[in-house]
């Protein structure tokens, strides 16, 4: 009897919680899973995505031994004690993969909660940021240096994108509380700038799509439709 088929090697799976992520923050699962990886997230937002990926994992195991149990039960087989062996080994696995899913997507759910409530309360919130701002804030995300010129005195900041941003306008972010830089360092050597946690929610805010409904649940390749199987 042929082996056991290995994982195949996938980002993420689709879990049953996307929808109510993608609604709760106005970003589709991919754009959040970016945004953690370049830092824009707050804490709480941040806390939410490194559930999600855990959960994610837990829920390509579900789908891998899916796919296994409806192969072997395929008839592609010998029908014998061999396959039966196999069969049964496969559906206590199934099962583990879903106790694992499920205990995952209840701490994805307790992560979620609070930001689905912020979201509620601030639904009619303070002004948002203007469009200028919130390109100088997603540069500065990238990694961002406040720089004085040895020659002339000036300074400016330059993001490691190549963007510049004015030192007026890092002044008037620094007032706001939305970045901070690093005075350990000396300017002339380039000062690190950096959002604080009030920055990246503001960010975050500010670039969230408005939504009315929730988003439909896409189907990704390489993933099953479903995301609960019947327990034996």
Same mark, same amino acid.
């Not at 972010?173 to 950096?194: K, S, Y």
């Given at each position: 009897?042929?082996?056991?088929?290995?994982?195949?090697?996938?980002?993420?799976?689709?879990?049953?919680?996307?929808?109510?992520?993608?609604?709760?923050?106005?970003?589709?699962? @991919?754009? +959040?899973?970016?945004?953690?990886?370049?830092?824009? +997230? @707050?804490?709480?937002?941040?806390?939410?995505?490194?559930?999600?990926?855990?959960?994610?994992?837990?829920?390509?195991?579900?789908?891998?031994?899916?796919?296994?149990?409806?192969?072997?039960?395929?008839?592609?087989?010998?029908?014998?004690?061999?396959?039966?062996?196999?069969?049964?080994?496969?559906?206590?696995?199934?099962?583990?993969?879903?106790?694992?899913?499920?205990?995952?997507?209840?701490?994805?759910?307790?992560?979620?909660?609070?930001?689905?409530?912020?979201?509620?309360?601030?639904?009619?919130?303070?002004?948002?940021?203007?469009?200028?701002?919130?390109?100088?804030?997603?540069?500065?995300?990238?990694?961002?240096?406040?720089?004085?010129?040895?020659?002339?005195?000036?300074?400016?900041?330059?993001?490691?994108?190549?963007?510049?941003?004015?030192?007026?306008? +890092?002044?008037?972010?620094?007032?706001?509380?939305?970045?901070?830089?690093?005075?350990?360092?000396?300017?002339?050597?380039?000062?690190?700038?950096?959002?604080?946690?009030?920055?990246?929610?503001?960010?975050?805010?500010?670039?969230?799509?408005?939504?009315?409904?929730?988003?439909?649940?896409?189907?990704?390749?390489?993933?099953?439709?479903?995301?609960?199987?019947?327990?034996?």
């Amino acid at each position: 009897m042929p082996p056991e088929p290995t994982p195949t090697p996938a980002r993420r799976a689709v879990s049953p919680l996307d929808h109510r992520i993608e609604a709760a923050t106005g970003h589709d699962i @991919d754009t +959040l899973w970016a945004y953690r990886d370049r830092g824009v +997230l @707050d804490e709480p937002h941040a806390h939410l995505v490194d559930r999600h990926r855990e959960l994610a994992k837990t829920q390509t195991g579900v789908v891998f031994y899916l796919k296994l149990l409806n192969r072997l039960s395929s008839g592609e087989f010998h029908v014998d004690d061999a396959l039966f062996t196999r069969i049964d080994r496969t559906v206590d696995q199934l099962e583990q993969a879903t106790d694992a899913r499920d205990a995952a997507a209840r701490t994805v759910t307790a992560a979620l909660e609070p930001i689905e409530a912020a979201a509620t309360a601030s639904a009619h919130g303070a002004s948002p940021l203007s469009t200028d701002d919130q390109a100088a804030l997603l540069a500065i995300a990238g990694g961002a240096k406040l720089y004085e010129h040895l020659l002339t005195g000036r300074m400016s900041v330059t993001a490691a994108s190549g963007t510049r941003i004015p030192h007026a306008k +890092l002044q008037r972010l620094e007032d706001a509380g939305l970045v901070v830089r690093d005075t350990g360092h000396p300017v002339h050597a380039g000062q690190p700038v950096a959002l604080t946690d009030t920055g990246r929610a503001a960010l975050f805010a500010a670039r969230r799509t408005p939504t009315t409904q929730a988003p439909k649940l896409p189907v990704r390749p390489g993933t099953s439709p479903s995301t609960s199987p019947q327990r034996r």
